[in-house]
């Protein structure tokens, strides 16, 4: 019981500021949704039942240049496959939770599997704190697409410059994250591709799966070029 | 409206497919490290690929670049850099753009 309580208290603390975060890309999320139409009820409904920062934010951004929906999902299946990844390295840290593995599992994405896997290299499995962790973050994200949607319903788009906050978030997504060779070239890669498949048929379809397919290679290019110099 | 119920209930199937999938069946599995990798640079390919689409932008079949767009997300991309708090960096890369909208074109 006591353990239990501890392992309460930290998981409430390593969360906390990285929930703070969540709510941050989630007001974002709530007001970006607003602009391609989402009501209240379906931009919060879709953090409810999707609850992915990354799949949810490349929707909405990719509806306002008018995306297909077939385009959109293979835009996110791609996005998802690291999933896979995550659920693969968590699975033993989350084993015994049993069969409510399965509802844990609605709670993994990055920010999860940074703390998670911390956590079970230092007291081995711990479900009761991914659950405490997920479920803060689970609660951040609904709340702060509520206040989003909420923000942007009252905003006239244009006079606001929210049309000028879907490339502007996404600056501020990519931008911290640009550290090393590999993620560089990937980025430098991705930019020249879509620009390319951009010019050669302005308003391409398929230019956001196409590069997000091959600008990842030229990443691993350059990391093994280095791992091996 | 019905297609946004669609859009989202597809998604949601998806992606707590990727979730589950990879927590109950891949558990067992070695993942190669390059695949691990190649996975991990994904999202970041896919995120500039959504800003080149937003700087460039087609009209009348050609190409041109959103003077706004690009100007507040450079400004964005530097005011995160310094600052390293999200909204704000977001709201000064909104600011910028509206008066480079509002001022130079």
Known sequence: MIQKKETIKTA?????????????????????ATQVKFSLLTAVSMSVFVFSGSAQLVTVAMLAGGASLISVLLTVILLNLRNLLYGAALAEGLAPAKKWTALL???ISDEPFVLATSRFKKVG??????????GMFYIAWILAAFFGALIGNQLDPQKWGLDLAFPVTFAAL?????????????????????????????GNELTIIITGLLAPLVGLYLHRRTNHA | MLNQWLLIGILAISTYLSRL???VFMARQKMSPSLRLYFNYVPIAIIAALLVKQIFVPTDGQLTISLPVLIGCISTAVAI???????PSVVIGIVVGLLVRYFLI
């Open chain 2, 21 to 23: 999938i990879g927590v």
């Open chain 1, 125 to 134: 499995p711990d479900p009761l704190y991914f659950a405490i962790v997920t």
């Open chain 1, 105 to 107: 599992a609605f709670g």
């Open chain 2, 81 to 87: 850099k310094i600052t390293r708090l999200f909204l």
């Open chain 1, 174 to 202: 990519l931008v911290p994250g640009l550290k090393g060779k590999p993620v560089i070239g990937t980025v430098l890669a991705a930019t020249v591709i879509a620009m390319v498949l951009e010019y050669l048929k302005p």
């Open chain 1, 12 to 32: 409430c603390m390593e969360a906390l500021p990285l929930a703070l975060a969540i709510a941050t890309y989630g007001l974002s999320y709530g007001v970006l």
